[in-house]
């Protein structure tokens, strides 16, 4: 096990320089700690939890309590994101706890229940809704607290991605290479970032001076047979759309296989975008052809929530109140013209 005394001596300073360096002492200067931090990171040291929470009152475990599933696709989602955390949560030495609520428990009662009883520096929130119960208990209770997403209702912390721009890029996307009967597969209303990604769609066709009235937007649970289910109705309509944005990767799995059983050729009959948050299990280059779309991994979201988490904690938030990750975009080969 990697110590104190081993980054002293591959650093040539002192173990208290060491030791100060890591606590972020206001008495080292940054580049010092800047070469102690990665000197760390690069021996593979981890702080010994049992002597941290001794010194300083904090156990070094953070928290995130979800509801029980039933769903394979949900489920693996979840391990994907309960995976990113805990090893990211893990570089920084603190240690990653997933509580699992049944389906019917008050989760917003179980956060509170969690940090009463002690040992919990803070808290993981994802998936927020809008008048987010959890983040209420959390703010009234003055924990330390991070969001994935955004509840626009209650002041918190969060990190997130611009919504409305995903929902905008998206559309003027395939409205540029002329589509106009465009359906939207997203989450209800009851989410913000949904609620966001329509308002860039409508947007998105302003701007071009269109109506939208063409646009159909379908909320529901985004997995691939909710996409399945989608897309069989929309290519039996009279007049189908010749374009769909699916809400997510898992969405586009189930817009493929409809597409494919309807003998309905992506991108010659209809062409298809997503959003990409990266998951391992539902990359867009497994998809033939190659899903294109916005692009943001969550595997950058969980640096930036677990560095927040950490920082707050340790009281040293310097007034953060949000993180907006950067939007990419990937062309791929699933979307093509229809203009003359």
Known sequence: MVTLKDISRDLGLSVTQVSRALGDHTDVNPQTKQRVRAAADRLGYRPNAVARGLKTGRSGIVAMVVSGTRSPEVSAHLLEIVMGLSAEFSRIGLRFVLHVAQPDEDTAQLHEDLFLAGGIDGFIVISPLRHDPRIKALRRLGAAFVVHGRDPDQRHVHVDIDNHGVGYRLADHLLARGHRR???????????????????????????????????????????????????????????????????????????????????????????????????????????????????????????????????????????????????????????????
Do not use: K
């Not at 009851?190 to 609620?195: D, G, I, K, N, V």
């Not at 860039?200 to 985004?222: E, F, K, S, T, W």
């Not at 109140?321 to 979307?335: K, N």
């Open 182 to 340: 465009i359906a939207f597969l997203t989450a209800g209303d009851h989410t913000f970032f949904s609620q966001e990604r329509v308002r860039g769609l409508r947007q998105a066709y302003a701007d071009r001076g269109l109506d939208c009235a063409a646009a159909q937007v379908i909320g529901m649970p985004m997995i691939a047979p909710e996409g399945y289910r989608a897309t069989r109705d929309l290519l039996s309509q009279t007049q189908p759309p010749t374009a769909i944005i699916a809400g997510n990767t898992m969405l586009a799995r189930g817009v493929y296989a409809a597409a494919a059983e309807c003998n309905v050729a992506i991108p010659g009959e209809l062409s298809v975008i997503t959003h990409d948050d990266g998951l391992d299990l539902f990359g867009t280059d497994t998809f033939d052809p190659p899903l294109g779309g916005t692009i943001s991994p969550l595997s950058d979201a969980w640096v930036s929530v677990a560095r927040t988490l950490q920082n707050m904690i340790a009281a040293q938030n310097d007034g953060l109140m949000e993180c907006i990750l950067p939007l990419g975009f990937r062309e791929g080969g699933s979307v093509q013209s229809v203009l003359d």
